[in-house]
């Protein structure tokens, strides 16, 4: 009889498992690392971790929030979306403990080490005197992670309790004037440690509000206001910190909105090392229309996505979108989505000039299915929503319109791509529409959809380009998209990447973990998805001869010295 229980949780990413020679269980880390397994001392497997807010020592009183002296609060330049709730920022290192400072990623701490948000709803919309607190978050650095956990907040404020490891959610009323009969109804969700662990991941280093970039600000203590990083040094609670505080600094720099625009970007775009708090860079706040448009953009991707969309992050997608990152690597511009398309003609994840044709936007605008951020959010951020649309706006389009075109526009073309094609033309248009995102060809690519290495092996010329301006006639087999609809009432839509008699194991459009099994008994419904994740209409930015010169490359099978390049020449003439 096999028993399943567990035994360890753990925030590494395992990939493998293996016995050495002493029959102990090893384990593989994906981004570096073989672990065993300890036995944790028994003083620390019998502790029982505070089931209310009141038993962690954090506070004074819980029903004035009222925090311990040695609880040091913060604020941050660029907050994260939480559904509209206000936030309170507390740190608590105990006895000496400090920060290991990093100027280029969040900074770390030992274990006991602890960080604290309360989150509080406002029950009348406009009015802070409103607010209820709904929840209150603890990240805690233990046995070298950090790990989450929920306390919800009682009716009376004025005690919370720990919520279990699945979390939960809980509905509320708000009174707004703008919603049906003056309430609408809010969810909120309280997180799981499983969700906690997909945003505070180890390849964003677990704390994502304690860096330069969000903490290099002035902070209001209480009648007195100074720089966070000068206090936290000034007060020793950094191991290495190498910046000279320049003078007095109780005063905001670079007040001026053009001097701030400035220094956004200073250190990327000098590689110049600061040497001061003055020089250091810092996000925009994403919610101030004063501050630069891109900086504020910028800085709402940086805190709400990058800590998926990095390298070794949890998104299965090929962006990268922290503030570091240069605009042009963060391969969202002009890019072809790799997942979801939702039917969008010529999408691309960011569309210059069009964001009705930008996933990414799209996904800002949409909750449930293929929603960014993925967890925990229940609610749309407009803020953020006219931000996007007005960023993406006021891009300059790279390519532009040329024609709807159809089938039977081009059909009466084709014979023209047997000779006289450009292959550089052909090539720059591949890569132009974004062919190579998705599809393997000519040794590079994606793999997303179907290998094209051979296609016109396998295709005829007329069934090649419905294929591309008709996407969604005929989906190459084992590529089209299944919607999984569990008797929980669970709905999953991915590419089924494996499945026998027991499982199927599905590759979810938007995911931001792994392959999701789900177990053949446990399935109300299963259908093919009819749409091709390919989107139609990305042929209409080209020329005619763009087209035909794209066919030809495709049929070449990348081969410069294909039949279909050739170009008729003179005989040279023979000596005298």
Request: charged share 25%; aromatic share 6%; with cysteine.
């Amino acid at each position: 009889m096999t028993s399943q229980c567990e035994i360890a949780n753990t925030e590494i990413q395992i990939t493998a498992f293996a016995v050495d020679h002493h029959e102990q269980v090893l384990i593989a880390d994906y981004l570096g690392g073989i672990y065993r397994l300890v036995r944790a001392p028994k003083e620390i497997s019998t502790i029982q971790f505070p089931k209310r807010l009141s038993e962690t020592g954090l506070f004074l009183s819980t029903k004035n929030h009222r925090m311990h002296p040695g609880v040091i609060p913060y604020s941050v330049n660029a907050p994260s979306w939480a559904d509209g709730a206000s936030v309170q920022r507390f740190i608590a290192l105990p006895g000496d403990m400090r920060f290991d400072y990093n100027s280029t990623t969040s900074w770390s701490a030992t274990n006991g080490g602890v960080l604290v948000q309360t989150f509080s709803l406002e029950r009348k919309a406009d009015d802070p005197n409103s607010r209820q607190r709904i929840e209150t978050r603890i990240m805690l650095r233990q046995a070298g992670q950090w790990a989450g956990y929920p306390y919800e907040w009682d009716d009376s404020q004025t005690d919370a309790i720990l919520k279990s490891a699945k979390g939960g959610e809980k509905e509320f009323a708000i009174k707004d004037r703008r919603a049906p009969g003056g309430v609408r109804k809010q969810i909120w969700r309280y997180p799981s440690r499983a969700e906690c662990s997909a945003c505070h991941s180890r390849a964003a280093n677990f704390i994502l509000g304690l860096s330069d970039l969000q903490m290099n600000k002035v902070h209001d203590y209480g009648g007195i206001k100074d720089n966070q990083l000068r206090t936290l040094e000034h007060i020793g609670l950094f191991t290495n910190f190498p910046y000279a505080p320049a003078g007095n600094q109780r005063k905001e720099a670079h007040s001026d909105p053009t001097k701030r625009k400035q220094s956004l970007l200073t250190s990327a775009a000098t590689n110049s090392a600061p040497k001061t708090l003055a020089e250091l860079s810092k996000l925009a706040d994403p919610y101030d229309s004063k501050e630069d448009l891109e900086g504020r953009a910028r800085a709402y991707l940086h805190v709400n996505c990058s800590v998926c969309h990095v390298g070794a992050g949890g998104g299965n997608s090929k962006m990268q979108l922290s503030f570091a990152t240069k605009r042009d690597d963060m391969n969202v511009i002009s890019a072809r989505p790799q997942h979801d398309t939702f039917g969008i003609d010529n999408a691309m994840l960011i569309a210059p000039g069009d964001p009705d044709r930008s996933i990414l936007y799209q996904r800002l605008l949409r909750r449930g299915r293929g929603q960014m951020p993925p967890v925990v959010i229940a609610t749309v951020d407009e803020q953020a929503v006219a931000l996007f649309r007005d960023w993406i706006r006021s891009m300059k389009p790279e390519h532009q319109f040329v024609r709807d075109w159809k089938v039977e526009d081009l059909l009466p073309l084709l014979d023209k791509v047997k000779a006289g094609r450009s292959f550089e033309s052909g090539k720059a248009t591949f890569k132009q529409v974004g062919c190579g995102q998705c599809h393997r060809f000519a040794g590079e690519g994606g793999s997303v959809g179907p290998d094209l290495a051979g296609v016109a092996k396998r295709l005829s010329l007329q069934d090649m380009l419905e294929s591309i301006v008709l996407p969604s006639k005929v989906i190459a087999e084992g590529y089209a998209a299944s919607e999984i609809e569990t008797k929980s009432g669970e709905i999953t839509n991915g590419r089924v990447v494996r499945e026998d008699d027991q499982v199927v194991v599905v590759l979810p459009q938007t995911a931001t973990a792994g392959a999701i099994t789900i177990r053949k008994p446990d399935i109300r419904r299963r259908e093919l998805s009819k749409v091709s994740n390919m989107p139609a209409g990305i042929l209409n930015t080209l020329q005619e001869p763009q087209i035909l010169d794209l066919l030809a490359y495709l049929v070449s099978d990348g081969n410069s010295n294909h039949i279909g390049f050739g170009i008729a020449t003179k005989p040279i003439p023979a000596s005298k």
